[in-house]
């Protein structure tokens, strides 16, 4: 007689590449006025829970911005669709140090189908009356979350554009990972368990907006003086 014991498994662990972070390495600007979208493309699995809360490492803003987190369906280039979570708004204050700056979802959270999606922080809805900022996110290597990636708009105060785009301003992409943290509840699997963690790497970019270059690309990078 063959035995089969099959392990409880998560249908998704929780994503989190904070610790992957090492505190120093970052994106920026982001903020208030142009540069007012930064989030991270992810890959939800089959059977996972709600949506509970996001975070990203933020930190080094010039000046006190107002932020909102957002979810939308993700179709490779563009969230797509109408919105699927927003937050409400909370300030980050201006500050030298980094903070993982949360949106919870109220109640039971919200349930992502299995699918892609964009996760982002945003100050689009929030620009009036704002003083002009900019905030550091933490970032990794693109190796550590290998369900998606870093993506951001020079949207300024228009969020119709994150579902319209246009050729002068797209979505935008850095081979790079934010330092961020999804928290979902999922269902039991009846499957082998197994684990696996990436290799942990990190690289240092400096994205900065420098008016209008070519075709409208406003996100410049460079690579972050050594210490």
């Excluded at 970052?26 to 699995?45: C, P």
Aim: hydrophobic share 45%; net charge negative; with cysteine.
């Amino acid at each position: 007689m063959l035995l089969f014991i099959a392990g409880s498994l998560m249908a998704q662990a929780p994503i989190n590449t904070v610790p992957n972070w090492n505190g120093i390495d970052f994106l920026t600007s982001f903020g208030v006025v142009n540069t007012a979208s930064y989030g991270e493309v992810i890959t939800v699995a089959a059977g996972t829970g709600p949506l509970s809360n996001f975070g990203f490492e933020i930190g080094w803003c010039t000046a006190a911005v107002t932020l909102r987190g957002e979810v939308y369906a993700w179709n490779g280039t563009q969230a797509t669709g109408t919105s699927l979570f927003e937050s409400g708004s909370q300030v980050v204050p201006a500050s030298s140090a980094f903070q993982l700056v949360t949106f919870n979802v109220p109640g039971s959270g919200v349930t992502l189908p299995a699918g892609t999606y964009i996760l982002f922080a945003t100050s689009s809805k929030d620009q009036t009356g704002a003083v002009p900022s900019a905030c550091y996110l933490g970032h990794v290597n693109d190796s550590v979350y290998p369900g998606g990636s870093f993506w951001y708009m020079n949207n300024g105060a228009d969020a119709t554009q994150w579902v319209t785009p246009t050729l002068l301003n797209p979505w935008l992409n850095i081979a790079t990972d934010l330092a961020f943290q999804v928290n979902m509840g999922a269902t039991p699997t009846p499957t082998p368990t197994t684990t696996g963690v990436p290799a942990a790497s990190t690289t240092s970019l400096l994205l900065g907006f420098a008016g209008v270059i070519g075709i409208g690309l406003l996100g410049l990078y460079r690579f972050r003086l050594a210490r």
